[in-house]
């Protein structure tokens, strides 16, 4: 079952910052964030393990609620280079495949 | 910083045509998947392969697909016969640890099928 993603896609000026939420259906083992930028390959973010925690890359963070199997990914202060397509990749146990979802569209203009 | 390199990086193809997409991960790791991203969509899982063997596929991997580690460092993915469909970003990735492991990506193998 794959993971859905909301937004589809968010414009942002510089120095604003936006969410991305990522839920799924079935209880999660964990989850991944991936950032893929035009043309190229996705690119790893962090990890988040069931337990509640955030993690954080340079001002992007993100947060795991397991109870509600829900992730955010925070994106705060952004930055030019912030922009390409954010992928969730989830797992609902510690070996399973991770399976991804559609992706949110981030475009930051100056 | 390693990477995962695949080969080549566009592959034309006319349908019902044989094709192998080849990968050479990241040294040192053990787990190893195959993703494909058709335009615009999202990355979708085929298979997953630990030991030698497969650990894991989704419905898009049947028969026409085939994965094989023919050596200590290629991972290679065979279409049989190839569809119009199958026109995909074809996505390597590897990993050290299958449990809580980040995903390495490849730059991908563009698959026209014509």
């Known amino acids: 079952q794959q993971p859905v993603q909301s937004p589809q896609a968010v414009i942002l000026r510089e120095g604003e910052d936006a969410v991305i939420n990522c839920s799924s259906s079935?209880?999660?083992?964990?989850v991944h964030w991936y950032r893929q930028k035009h043309g190229e390959a996705p690119v790893f973010l962090m990890i988040?393990?069931?337990?509640?925690e955030q993690k954080g890359h340079e001002k992007i963070s993100a947060s795991f609620n397991e109870k509600k199997q829900q992730s955010s990914l925070y994106l705060t202060a952004s930055q030019l280079s912030y922009s390409g397509t954010y992928f969730c990749g989830t797992r609902t146990d510690s070996w399973g495949k991770l399976q991804f979802g559609a992706g949110t569209q981030v475009v930051v203009t100056p | 910083e390693p990477e995962v390199t695949q080969t080549p990086s566009h592959q034309v193809t006319q349908m019902g045509q044989e094709v192998i997409l080849r990968c050479v991960p990241i040294?040192?790791?053990?787990?190893f998947y195959w993703y494909r991203q058709i335009l615009g969509q999202k990355v979708e899982f085929l298979v997953s392969f630990y030991n030698n063997e497969i650990s894991e596929k989704s419905e898009i991997f049947d028969d026409q697909f085939s994965v094989e580690r023919p050596d200590g460092s290629n991972f290679t993915l065979k279409i049989r016969s190839t569809k119009l469909e199958d026109s995909a970003m074809y996505f390597c990735?590897?990993?050290?640890?299958?449990?809580?492991?980040?995903?390495?990506f490849g730059s991908g193998t563009q698959l026209s099928v014509l």
């Open positions: 079935k209880a999660l083992y964990s």
């Open positions: 990735a590897s990993s050290e640890k299958g449990r809580d492991g980040k995903l390495f």
């Open positions: 040294s040192n790791h053990l787990y």
């Open positions: 988040l393990l069931k337990g509640g």
